[in-house]
């Protein structure tokens, strides 16, 4: 059973104050929803969470399975099994998508990351790629590059359901995309989810948790967790907004 714990957290970016005690758990097969406006500090978090040497932990704490994660590089947390997918990824044009994922696979499995995959994950990468609604010749270009944003959010998909992950972050992976895309991309979320994967997602919009229903939801404001709730806070604040969410029912001045 995976645990990741957030206790306490604050975080500063070049000496300025971003998070304040932050306090959140997630479990095996939880779909915790953050959600919060624009600057709120939902990224921070996960770019935190997944070690950007930018974002230095001042207080609290980061664990995986009881061990402290704060001193870790990044390699080692996905190492340990926590990926994020961004909400813009950079391209990589020099590193084809295929590559890329039987790397991922094989330092995982403790292999060399230049050992061919088997065909067991030949047909399983081929599988998802076409479920995923992208074609086999996106395995043979560079990472992300020349990819509209559905079909970077839907390369990002790829590669967590291929590594299948402890804990998979993954940043408004609604945004930008039509109605059949936010389907996809939910249903595999909580495919994931359904395979033990604890999951962490922004969103602005409640259309992706139309799909993935989540455990429970956080909301952020300026950098703290605010409310913490069900199902029903999405409904809230999707008919209310958060200028009014937060005056009214939280009774936070702006």
């Known amino acids: ?70 001193n870790l590089y990044p390699e080692e947390r996905v190492q340990k099994g926590i990926l994020l997918a961004l909400q813009t990824p950079t391209p ?3 590193v084809r998508l295929s590559m890329l994922i039987t790397a991922m696979l094989n330092k995982k499995m403790g292999k060399r990351i ?24 996106h395995l043979g270009r560079g990472v992300h590059a020349g990819f509209s944003g559905g079909e970077s959010k839907r390369a990002e998909m790829l590669q967590l359901l291929m590594y299948k992950p402890k804990v998979a972050m993954l940043d408004e992976p609604d945004s930008g995309l039509d109605v059949d895309g936010i389907a996809v991309i939910g249903k595999s979320i909580a495919k994931l989810a359904q395979e033990g994967t604890a999951i962490l997602v922004t969103t602005h919009h409640a259309e992706i948790l139309h799909y993935v229903k989540p455990t429970k939801v956080i909301v952020m404001n ?15 604040i999707e008919n209310m907004g958060y200028e009014k969410f937060f005056r009214d029912v939280l009774k936070i001045t702006q």
């Open 1 to 70: 059973m995976t645990k990741l714990e957030i206790t306490n957290l604050a975080v500063e970016v070049d000496g300025k104050r971003i998070l304040n005690n932050v306090n959140l758990t997630v479990e095996s097969g939880e779909v915790v929803a953050i959600m919060g406006p624009n600057g709120s500090g939902k990224t921070t978090l996960f770019l935190t969470i997944a070690g950007h040497p930018r974002y230095r932990v001042v207080n609290g704490d980061i664990r995986l399975d009881g061990e402290s994660i704060v």
């Open 222 to 236: 300026k950098g703290e967790v605010v409310h913490q709730g069900g199902e029903e806070v999405v409904k809230t």
């Open 114 to 137: 230049t050992d061919p995959p088997s065909p067991q994950t030949l047909a399983q990468l081929t599988k998802l790629t076409t479920e995923l609604g992208l074609r086999p010749e």
């Open 92 to 94: 990589v044009p020099e």
